[in-house]
């Protein structure tokens, strides 16, 4: 039987795009049920969009290499284009922040399904108009937080949730930085204020996720979203937030998670986040977008006011093969060949439970866009 081939329209041509059309191009022999081609590029200049398939897919994608789709890429001079070729069953949203709900809309309305890169929208406003439409309309629509889908993160939920290795969860730490202030320019996107820079929504989400995957997906919490979230700011020169550190509860949990993200410095070695539980912890240790290893720290000892005790390290690697975005393309693969409006890995609502948290975290900061750059406003 011949896969189900995912037929990607790719707007935007800057590096996130480039490293997803590369990933969908790499070959692989464990997955045989879904399979990718590009049918098309689009960019506000064809000419980048020309340059970026010549240089990232030239051939097309593995549905084209092996004959499964027969077509080359088009390159298109708009993004309307994309969105209005018939080859095109799926659309990759990888342009700024500042212009995700507007295209994600524009994609919806040409019937288009949708997979847009992180953050989804600027706020839950935006969000909720967009799974509004895509219900309506029948279509696909996820937010492309591509950790999820990596073999480690399943390995690590196992180890947490089935195993149960280090007992009851009690807190989360995470910290995900990267030293970009003074280094790049103040109109970078990062630290544009109209472009709706800032650590937290470029960071942010992959410092939440780690909240998400081990207290609110744990058994025991029951889906209970996270409570009295509040959240520091430090600010650039710009206005985005230079630094941000998230707080919230999971009360069914007896636990909290600490959050940080900066672009003032980087992440600590080897620490990028820490599980605690009661019976040890689990320290994931590389970048908190791309994980392949977690080690596993587990008391050797009767409960105790301290811990003198531990068993020996068990270090678990995942390698992956290219950057690893190819995982998260398979499940919106199989997820349109199964008709589905959204994964059960990224649903909507976590989507929106994510902006909520930034929402809260902007207002009690004052971290306030220039106006028009939210579409809708959130109450």
Known sequence: MSPFVASWGIIGCGWISSMFVKNLCVVRSDDTDVAHSIAAVGSR????????????????????SNGLVEANPVACGSYQDVYENAKVNIIYIGTLNNTHYTEAKAALEAGKNVLVEKPACLNVAEWDSLVSIAKQRGLFLMEGVWTRFLPLVYELQDQLFNKKVIGDIKNVTANFSMAFYNIVP???????????????????????????????????????????????????????????TILMDFPKLEANAVLTTSFAYCSPKDERCIITGTKGEIVLNDGLSRLTQMTIKQIDQEPAPRVLKWKENVVVSRPLPGFGLMFEADAVARSLRDGKLENPRMPHEESRMVLKIFDQVRKQNEYVLPDGIEKIKSQ
């Open 186 to 244: 103040d109109s970078h996107r990062n630290f544009a204020l109209e472009s709706a820079g800032g650590a937290m929504f470029d960071l942010g989400p992959y410092i939440v996720l780690c909240a998400i995957l081990a207290l609110y997906h744990n058994p025991a919490n029951e889906r209970s979203k996270p409570e009295n979230v509040r959240g520091v700011m430090s600010k650039a020169r710009t206005g985005v937030d230079l630094s941000t």
């Open 45 to 64: 200049d064809k000419s980048k969009a020309e340059a970026f398939i010549r240089e990232n897919c030239p051939n097309g994608g593995p549905a084209q």
